[in-house]
């Protein structure tokens, strides 16, 4: 029998996506790994980019969004380091796919979206999926989610023009927020913000492209 599989190019599965995009670009946490292994990124895509699901860069989600790359999302979320005991603050739900990726790594997920469809559409798609450690939000990130800190980890996935104090306060000690920050739409830097008891301890970590972190 003739495997078709084997003459198509590019990735046609999840598996071949992480494979190339994650894996050979340099990721090497077994558990990220793991956990983009489990989450298929089809199930993030709108019905009419199935076809670009498993494709090198972002893609459209409606409202004028975004579903990230899924290396920056795997880049991002090894910086993040996450331990299964953590939990952690998510700013920008977007379309649940870094979202499902931080629950399958972190014991509960606190996920906050401006724009109030996408947050309902997206809340009922990770329901639908069975995901249990996933609390939603619908406002704006600039404040944090104060109820539930402190976070071990926060993740920004929109850019704002400087780093939010209020997201600074919510880290646990030795927490871990990786943000974009810039004043241009789409030309930002990528920042690890380690807590270390009184420290604040800031890296650079390269040059990132992002919607902006809109003010409410
Ligand atoms: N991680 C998401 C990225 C979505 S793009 C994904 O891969 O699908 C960024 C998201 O941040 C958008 O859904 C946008 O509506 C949201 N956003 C922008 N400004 C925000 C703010 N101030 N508070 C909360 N969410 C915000």
Redesign the pocket.
């Known amino acids: 029998m003739i495997n078709l599989g084997r003459y198509i190019t590019g990735p046609s599965s999840n598996r071949e996506m992480v494979k190339n995009q994650i894996i050979n670009r340099g990721i090497r946490d077994p558990r990220v790994i793991q956990a983009f292994l489990e989450v298929d990124r089809k199930g ?1 895509v709108p019905e009419n980019k199935i076809h670009q699901a498993y494709d090198d860069h972002p893609l459209p ?1 409606g ?1 004028g ?4 790359q899924p290396y920056m ?1 795997a880049e991002m979320t090894e910086i993040l380091g996450l331990d299964k005991n953590d939990t952690v603050l998510e ?8 979202t499902a990726i931080l629950a399958k790594l972190a014991r509960e997920v606190f996920t ?4 109030p469809t ?1 947050a309902v559409k997206t809340q009922k798609k990770l329901e639908k999926l069975g995901f249990l450690n996933i609390h939603y939000k619908i406002g ?3 404040e944090g989610w104060h109820e539930y800190a402190l976070y071990n980890g926060i993740i920004v ?2 850019a704002p023009t400087d780093i939010p104090e209020a997201l600074v306060a919510q880290l646990a000690d030795g927490g871990r927020m990786v943000i974009p920050v810039g004043e241009r739409s789409h030309h930002q830097t990528l920042y690890l913000v380690k807590k270390d008891g009184e420290d604040i301890h800031i890296l650079n970590k390269g040059a990132v492209a992002f ?1 902006p ?3 409410e």
């Open positions: 993030f989600i409202n969004q975004t579903i990230s999302v700013i920008g739900t977007g379309s649940g796919y870094q906050i979206e401006i724009i996408l704006s990130g600039f996935t929109a919607v972190m809109v003010k």
